[in-house]
């Protein structure tokens, strides 16, 4: 055996320069036989200074210091923590090793070279002892242990710096070298490759500030002890005091001092967190991960629901609400929680700011990356997995990520969130998911242990999604993470159909059931890539500015490399990226049309799999002009001039003043001219694709905005009614009017007839005469008020003044359905007002001879109130629609306004009662049209004289439908019998005017009771229910002490309760005709209102 400094020099050598030989060799060259190895220690495991020399004590110390180095080394680097036992056999040796250490101090030393030999093995003795009961403490599951175990990690460290002192005093060296404690894969820092003053005080300031964490999740841990002995299923909610919270948000505020540090002091402590997590919930992450259980949408999947079907309980773990959190607290798996539920329940529980986990996310998931591109080129041999696990956890922070910022979408700021993390983000997961996947036994395995290559694709469009609805996010920012998104979608596209033509037009058997399973996954990989591709491309077309310039979308600008400063016509744009997705969505145009080869049963389902989301790109991809290659343009030279079936466009069009000789035009209305061939052509091309798929276009599934309409449908809306507002603006004209320029009828006729298939599809009204759609079921209302005003615009084209035909109600009833709840104008405050006072005094409104009635507001003729007019230039769009909707509506005939839905409460109803009660209905929704109309126009004549009729109509169906009070009653009949009994004795009208007027007056008469008139047009009489909704309308309005002193009011009361009563005992005939009187005399009280 040589000397022990040899030999620890002879180790240090061969561990740092002669990779092959591991430190466990060299110790077994130096032992007496490998078998001494099994065993946990080497040599004599108990001496003292009488029975071992001194030489062989030192012998003894530093091989089992090396080993206890080399297994803790071998420890860290192993998941498990415990390779060969290694963990048992450190639980023996380190304890054993300061015993002998302690016992060696007791040698007398001949010399200083044998002291400086002790002090050496004692400080690397002492480190070992910190930095082991440290990667003890943060893995032990018992809360007090492991904070007992940083307190002794402190402990061994401040007596390995007060001997480090001893050594440098003695030797003079200011380091002790370490180069065997030294790992590439999970050992950084400078204090494992060697031991100095200055190191170890850097450390100790990193494990004070590790106690922390051990200390909050103490603290936390007794928290929530008391709040669980306090959660009892008849005590809800939760219950938590002020300190209680007060002490939680101190918990969570230091963590996030902690882990929201700067970039060039966050990794060690995210680092720490991310172990942390992978520690405590790594299991459950692997076994719980199912994102198949789930269709994709962008809004609908992005919700916690869906979130947890596809993570399970893991989900919860890292609570994102207050529910999750008492959830945690009152399970019994929080025994030691993890550090990032220690923070995110801490923050929820006291109502804190949890808008820093924001940036504790990002953090999170750079370093997974980060993690799994330096293990996949490591040479481990389980690289591949634990690469998985690092993509697997990055897709989890990811949705953590996307749903922390769905719910709080207008707190979420540009310092919230990296934009380099969202780059990295997307742009390695569409890496990620072009990847070769080898058809193994051992690949299937990972791959139902891992997430599969699409489901990285959902996760990077839900954050994609979330990522536009923040509203505190700068345009810049989103558009930067969507045009990345995009980019890669169309790199993802060509690639995908590489796949997919390759495997179509392979030699292998198409009855096997592994071909049809590559089929049906690389057809689904497809549809979902194009889905997202036709919904970006939808939402962000081409737009015409004022100058009839093009402004192209911030999508194609990414795909081409074009700067969002504009366009230099001497910059060269990279053009293949366009080329090759136009040409794979060609590829795929001619794969679905081809009807003379033989295909298989799998190819013609995964045609009409894949109909809808290829055409739905394409019609989406034609509404971005502006970036191709201008073809006029590059025929200059041969003077190509342009020919009428270039605009697909009749003669009378392209002839218009809009189109000059090519010779005299400018360089602006040759641009204009370029654009309108482009818009012509993409028309055509877009009514092509939509006529081949509308056998789709009512088709519902798993489609983004599916709560909008029919993806295919919805996607030819957007794109052609933006196409629709860049022809008006390219021609210099209003994009409100009716008819289409001169220069664009026949391609603007070819567009509206388009649209209205597809509107067609979505709301179920017919535009052009064609049959209406019945396949869907489901109502939908225009996803935004621009979607609203488009669809207006659309209409008013085709029922333009030429059309003699009235537009469908249900269009202009479906647009209403998006305008936002705003607050009633001034002028229609003051007619409602008017119309419905309870003006008793009849006689005063018939014969009255002044201008305008009494208590009518005049001011309201004097306000600059019109329908759509000259005002209309500075209103906005929602103004302008509010107006153009209740215009429409009250020039409807009575009878077409309204829902086809059967009104609630008509069970039993007789056939004539429904009609009248529908009937009835209608009157009111016309009334409301009328009056919405005259609160932009109060001077329109002929809507007072409709407002007039409308209550005048609904008081003759009452009194048409009286019912004799004598008579036997059925409360399904309104008529009285055929051959009513005749008066016997026939009277004068002198005679009746003296009996009308003695009961008047004895009877102490009312024309009806209350002071709001509205209740008698908005409830229908002719329905039991409805009129009992009427009584109880009118009573609450009534009060049984008059606060303005108006005896009136107390006397209305006491005449309902008459009324009442009358309906107690059962007599409804006598009932239903009282309120009936009032009914009439109220509505023709309000309709000589009118007409005055």
């Given at each position: 055996m040589c000397n022990v400094i040899i030999f620890s020099h002879y180790c240090f050598v061969s561990l740092s320069f002669t990779p092959p030989v591991t430190g466990f060799d060299v110790i077994a060259d130096a032992s007496e036989s490998y078998s001494e190895l099994i065993s946990p220690w080497y040599g004599e495991e108990t001496f003292d200074d009488a029975n071992l020399p001194f030489e062989r004590a030192l012998q003894v110390v530093s091989v089992n210091l090396l080993v206890a180095e080399l297994r803790f080394?071998?420890?860290?680097?192993?998941?498990?923590?415990?390779?060969?036992?290694?963990?048992?056999?450190?639980?023996?040796?380190?304890?054993?090793?300061?015993?002998?250490?302690?016992?060696?101090?007791?040698?007398?030393?001949?010399?200083?070279?044998?002291?400086?030999?002790?002090?050496?093995?004692?400080?690397?003795?002492?480190?070992?002892?910190?930095?082991?009961?440290?990667?003890?403490?943060?893995?032990?599951?018992?809360?007090?242990?492991s904070k007992d175990a940083d307190d002794l990690s402190l402990e061994y460290l401040d007596v390995c710096l007060e001997i480090l002192s001893e050594y440098q005093q003695l030797c003079g060296e200011q380091n002790i070298k370490t180069p065997h404690l030294v790992s590439p894969d999970n050992r950084h820092g400078s204090h494992w490759a060697s031991l100095s003053v200055d190191v170890l005080v850097n450390y100790k300031q990193y494990l004070l500030s590790t106690a922390v964490v051990s200390k909050n999740r103490q603290a936390f841990h007794n928290i929530s002890c008391q709040l669980k002995e306090g959660l009892t299923p008849d005590i809800e909610p939760l219950s938590i005091t002020e300190d209680q919270k007060n002490e939680l948000s101190s918990l969570g505020a230091e963590l996030v001092?902690?882990?929201?540090?700067?970039?060039?002091?966050?990794?060690?402590?995210?680092?720490?967190?991310?172990?942390?997590?992978?520690?405590?919930?790594?299991?459950?992450?692997?076994?719980?991960?199912?994102?198949?259980?789930?269709?994709?949408?962008?809004?609908?999947?992005?919700?916690?629901?869906?979130?947890?079907?596809?993570?399970?309980?893991?989900?919860?773990?890292?609570?994102?609400?207050?529910?999750?959190?008492?959830?945690?607290?009152?399970?019994?798996?929080?025994?030691?929680?993890?550090?990032?539920?220690?923070?995110?329940?801490?923050?929820?529980?006291?109502?804190?700011?949890?808008?820093?986990?924001?940036?504790?996310?990002?953090?999170?998931?750079?370093?997974?990356?980060?993690?799994?591109?330096?293990?996949?080129?490591?040479?481990?041999?389980?690289?591949?997995?634990?690469?998985?696990?690092?993509?697997?956890?990055?897709?989890?922070?990811v949705d953590k990520l996307a749903d922390k910022m769905s719910k709080a979408p207008s707190e979420v700021l540009d310092d919230d969130i990296d934009e380099q993390t969202l780059h990295s983000i997307i742009q390695l997961y569409q890496n990620t998911s072009v990847e070769h996947e080898v058809q193994t036994e051992e690949a299937?395995?990972?791959?139902?242990?891992?997430?599969?290559?699409?489901?990285?694709?959902?996760?990077?469009?839900?954050?994609?999604?979330?990522?536009?609805q923040c509203q505190g996010l700068s345009t810049e920012i989103k558009h930067s993470v969507e045009s990345i998104y995009f980019a890669g979608l169309v790199k993802v596209f060509v690639k995908g159909k590489i796949e997919f033509s390759s495997l179509i037009t392979s030699v292998s058997d198409k009855r096997l059931k592994t071909w049809q399973t590559q089929l049906n996954n690389?057809?689904?990989?497809?549809?979902?890539?194009?889905?997202?591709?036709?919904?970006?491309?939808?939402?962000?077309?081409?737009?015409?500015?004022?100058?009839?310039?093009?402004?192209?979308?911030?999508?194609?600008?990414?795909?081409?490399?074009?700067?969002?400063?504009?366009?230099?016509?001497?910059?060269?744009?990279?053009?293949?990226?366009?080329?090759?997705?136009?040409?794979?969505?060609?590829?795929?145009w001619k794969f679905m049309n081809n009807r003379i080869d033989a295909t298989s049963p799998s190819e013609n389902a995964v045609k009409d799999r894949l109909l809808v989301s290829v055409c739905a790109t394409m019609i989406a991809l034609c509404g971005s002009?502006?970036?191709?290659?201008?073809?006029?343009?590059?025929?200059?030279?041969?003077?190509?001039?342009?020919?009428?079936?270039?605009?697909?466009?009749?003669?009378?069009?392209?002839?218009?003043?809009?189109?000059?000789?090519?010779?005299?035009?400018?360089?602006?209305?040759?641009?204009?001219?370029?654009?309108?061939?482009?818009?012509?052509?993409?028309?055509?091309c877009i009514?092509?694709?939509?006529?081949?798929?509308?056998?789709?276009?009512?088709?519902?599934?798993?489609?983004?905005?599916?709560?909008?309409?029919?993806?295919?449908?919805?996607?030819?809306?957007?794109?052609?009614?933006?196409?629709?507002?860049?022809?008006?603006?390219?021609?210099?004209?209003?994009?409100?009017?009716?008819?289409w320029p001169y220069g664009a009828r026949e391609c603007g006729s070819t567009l509206d007839s388009v649209l209205s298939k597809a509107y067609s599809s979505i709301y179920g009204f017919s535009l052009t005469g064609q049959a209406q759609n019945s396949d869907s079921s489901k109502s939908y209302a225009p996803e935004s008020i621009m979607a609203a005003a488009q669809l207006f615009r659309s209409v008013k084209r085709v029922y333009n003044k030429h059309n003699r035909r009235s537009p469908p109600t249900k269009a202009f009833e479906t647009m209403e359905m998006a305008l936002p709840v705003v607050e009633e104008n001034a002028v229609s405050k003051a007619i409602r007002g008017y119309m419905f006072d309870a003006d008793k005094d009849v006689d005063t409104v018939r014969f009255g001879r002044v201008v305008t009635p009494t208590g009518f507001p005049e001011w309201v003729f004097n306000e600059a109130q019109s329908g759509i007019g000259a005002s209309d230039e500075d209103s906005s769009c929602v103004e302008i629609l509010r107006r153009g909707i209740c215009r429409e509506l009250a020039k409807c005939p009575i009878s077409h306004i309204g829902s086809d839905e059967p009104e609630e409460g008509n069970e039993g109803l007789s056939e004539e009662r429904e009609s009248t009660q529908r009937y009835?209905?209608?009157?009111?929704?016309?009334?409301?049209?009328?009056?919405?109309?005259?609160?932009?126009?109060?001077?329109?004549?002929?809507?007072?004289?409709?407002?007039?009729?409308?209550?005048?109509?609904?008081?003759?169906?009452?009194?048409?439908?009286?019912?004799?009070?004598?008579?036997?009653?059925?409360?399904?009949?309104?008529?009285?019998?055929?051959?009513?009994?005749?008066?016997?004795?026939?009277?004068?009208?002198?005679?009746?005017?003296?009996?009308?007027?003695?009961?008047?007056?004895?009877?102490?008469?009312?024309?009806?009771?209350?002071?709001?008139?509205?209740?008698?047009?908005?409830?229908?009489?002719?329905?039991?229910?409805?009129?009992?909704?009427?009584?109880?309308?009118?009573?609450?309005?009534?009060?049984?002490?008059?606060e303005s002193g108006d005896e009136s009011e107390t006397?209305?009361?006491?005449?309902?309760?008459?009324?009442?009563?009358?309906?107690?005992?059962?007599?409804?005939?006598?009932?239903?005709?009282?309120?009936?009187?009032?009914?009439?005399?109220?509505?023709?009280?309000?309709?000589?209102?009118a007409l005055r």
């Open positions: 080394k071998r420890c860290e680097c192993n998941d498990s923590g415990d390779h060969f036992n290694d963990g048992v056999k450190l639980d023996f040796i380190v304890p054993n090793l300061m015993q002998c250490i302690s016992i060696m101090s007791r040698y007398d030393a001949a010399s200083n070279d044998q002291i400086a030999i002790i002090l050496e093995l004692k400080c690397r003795y002492h480190w070992l002892a910190s930095t082991y009961y440290t990667w003890l403490g943060h893995r032990c599951n018992d809360i007090s242990v001092n902690r882990y929201k540090a700067g970039k060039e002091q966050s990794r060690e402590k995210t680092e720490e967190l991310f172990n942390d997590f992978i520690l405590a919930h790594g299991v459950h992450l692997v076994s719980e991960n199912n994102d198949d259980r789930i269709s994709h949408d962008w809004e609908v999947a992005i919700s916690t629901s869906n979130e947890k079907n596809v993570w399970g309980n893991v989900w919860s773990a890292i609570p994102s609400t207050k529910t999750e959190s008492i959830e945690q607290i009152s399970s019994t798996l929080l025994s030691n929680p993890s550090i990032m539920q220690v923070l995110s329940c801490s923050l929820l529980l006291s109502e804190g700011d949890t808008q820093p986990l924001l940036s504790i996310y990002s953090q999170l998931i750079s370093f997974a990356l980060e993690s799994r591109a330096r293990i996949l080129q490591s040479s481990t041999e389980d690289r591949t997995e634990k690469g998985n696990m690092m993509l697997l956890a990055s897709q989890y922070f299937n395995d990972q791959n139902r242990k891992y997430p599969a290559r699409c489901e990285l694709f959902h996760s990077a469009s839900r954050l994609v999604f979330a990522v536009r690389k057809a689904s990989k497809i549809c979902f890539i194009a889905n997202e591709l036709a919904e970006l491309m939808s939402k962000y077309t081409t737009c015409i500015d004022s100058d009839g310039n093009a402004r192209v979308s911030h999508l194609m600008k990414g795909l081409v490399g074009l700067e969002n400063n504009g366009h230099d016509q001497n910059e060269s744009l990279d053009i293949a990226p366009l080329a090759q997705f136009s040409e794979s969505l060609l590829w795929f002009p502006g970036v191709s290659v201008d073809f006029a343009s590059s025929m200059s030279e041969r003077k190509y001039i342009p020919t009428n079936s270039d605009y697909f466009d009749s003669d009378n069009s392209v002839n218009g003043v809009f189109l000059p000789d090519v010779s005299v035009e400018s360089e602006l209305q040759h641009s204009k001219r370029t654009l309108t061939r482009k818009y012509c052509q993409l028309t055509q009514s092509l694709v939509f006529e081949f798929s509308e056998k789709a276009a009512s088709r519902d599934g798993c489609y983004p905005s599916r709560q909008h309409g029919p993806f295919l449908s919805l996607v030819a809306v957007r794109t052609l009614s933006n196409m629709a507002d860049d022809i008006f603006t390219l021609f210099s004209e209003d994009i409100w009017n009716e008819e009835e209905l209608s009157l009111g929704r016309k009334f409301r049209a009328v009056i919405d109309d005259l609160s932009y126009d109060p001077r329109n004549i002929e809507n007072w004289m409709v407002l007039s009729e409308c209550l005048g109509f609904k008081a003759d169906i009452i009194c048409d439908r009286l019912v004799r009070e004598n008579d036997p009653y059925d409360t399904s009949d309104f008529c009285p019998p055929m051959n009513p009994a005749k008066s016997l004795a026939a009277r004068s009208l002198d005679e009746l005017h003296k009996i009308q007027s003695s009961e008047y007056t004895h009877r102490n008469w009312h024309p009806f009771i209350g002071k709001d008139l509205s209740a008698y047009m908005q409830y229908p009489w002719s329905n039991l229910n409805s009129l009992r909704d009427c009584s109880k309308h009118v009573e609450s309005s009534l009060s049984p002490v008059s006397v209305d009361l006491q005449i309902w309760r008459e009324i009442e009563s009358i309906f107690e005992k059962g007599e409804y005939t006598s009932w239903a005709n009282a309120w009936a009187g009032m009914f009439v005399t109220a509505l023709r009280t309000m309709r000589m209102k």
